[in-house]
């Protein structure tokens, strides 16, 4: 069923894929032996997480706007191949992601913002307008999918948030609980994830949050129960199983910033024609598909967020 097809001409996935590939480096260096499998989940938490108080959400109607010029990627190949490091770093994740305690989810609203809010995911997502999308996802490592999110429009949570006349960005946090996340008991990783974006760019009709996928309740490898989805940029940017969401005045330093700027910086949009220090950007293999195909300017969505960036040309925009 894992069916992801190489060739010769490709990259060696050593070098194909750098986010794994530096955090392993990492942990040799310094002796870590954190990242081990993780324990099976005893089956007291799986029947904890069922049955969803939101399943009835899903299948979300379809918002015909946002198509697609590939097929969806499969849900079965989709589902077993991701980018999860608090889990650990293998792409075959899921598994192991099911350790993910998904109740109570609390959800922190706080910085710049009219008044601190604190409150359950599943009280927020009954105040917002869910609906379903199809998205290309583009990874740094030059690999994509086609994915088809259901959830809501970030602009709807920042209209919830109220932020004030100052603040300039949105920084979103990952839950932080290395007993249950094995990644997370690699104490040189500067955990928890951590992201950002301007707020011109959360209230850009594209930028969404998602809380299900394949017409159900989002799986906990794709970062339930609500996760963000930036389609334009590379896939490190939508951060999974967010817990917070701070308005700053200050640009917020990434995760991926943090460890290697030179890398992967904050605005890390999908250019074809701007290599990775360590790899052509031109390309993409098609998860599932067996098929390469050149990367799109934007990954595509340029129509939607070009404007993002007029007067931006000096800052590094790409990656
Ligand atoms: N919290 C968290 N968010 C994350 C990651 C992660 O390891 N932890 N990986 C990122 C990367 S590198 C990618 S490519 C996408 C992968 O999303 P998917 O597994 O749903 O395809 O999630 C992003 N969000
Ligand atoms: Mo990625």
């Not at 006349?165 to 104490?187: H, I, L, N, S």
């Amino acid at each position: 069923m894992h069916v992801i097809h190489r060739r010769d001409w490709e990259l060696p996935e050593r070098l194909a894929t750098p986010e794994r590939c530096f955090l392993n480096r990492r942990a040799f260096l310094g002796g870590a032996a954190a990242l081990v499998a993780s324990p099976t989940p005893s089956a007291a938490q799986r029947v904890a997480d069922l049955p969803d108080p939101t399943a009835d959400l899903y299948p979300a109607r379809r918002n015909e706007k946002y198509v697609l010029d590939r097929p969806v990627t499969d849900e079965m190949i989709n589902g077993h191949y991701n980018n999860f490091y608090e889990f650990g770093t293998s792409k075959n994740i899921a598994a192991q992601a099911k350790a993910l305690k998904l109740r109570p989810w609390t959800l922190t609203i706080d910085g710049l913002v009219e008044k601190r809010i604190v409150i359950d995911f599943d009280e927020l997502i009954r105040k917002m307008p869910v609906e379903e999308r199809l998205y290309r996802m583009r990874c740094v490592e030059a690999w994509s999918m086609a994915i088809p999110w259901s959830g809501f429009p970030f602009a709807k949570l920042v209209e919830f948030a109220k932020p004030l006349g100052d603040a300039k960005y949105v920084r979103m946090e990952t839950f932080m609980d290395p007993a249950m996340a094995p990644g997370q008991r690699a104490g040189w990783y500067p955990w928890p994830y951590v992201e950002g974006l301007t707020i011109a760019e959360a209230t850009n009709e594209l930028c969404f949050l998602a809380t299900g996928a394949y017409g159900k309740p989002i799986a906990k490898q794709h970062g339930a129960p609500i996760r963000l989805a930036v389609p334009w940029k590379y896939g490190f940017k939508s951060i999974k199983s967010i817990v917070r969401f701070s308005f700053t005045a200050e640009r917020p330093k990434s995760m991926w910033e943090q460890l290697q700027a030179s890398e992967y910086g904050f605005w890390a949009n999908v250019n074809p024609q701007v290599a990775h220090p360590r790899w052509s950007q031109a390309n993409e293999e098609l998860i599932g598909v067996g098929e390469r195909r050149p990367t799109l300017l934007f990954n595509g969505y340029g129509e939607f967020v070009a404007d993002l960036y007029k007067g931006l040309e000096g800052e590094r925009l790409w990656a």
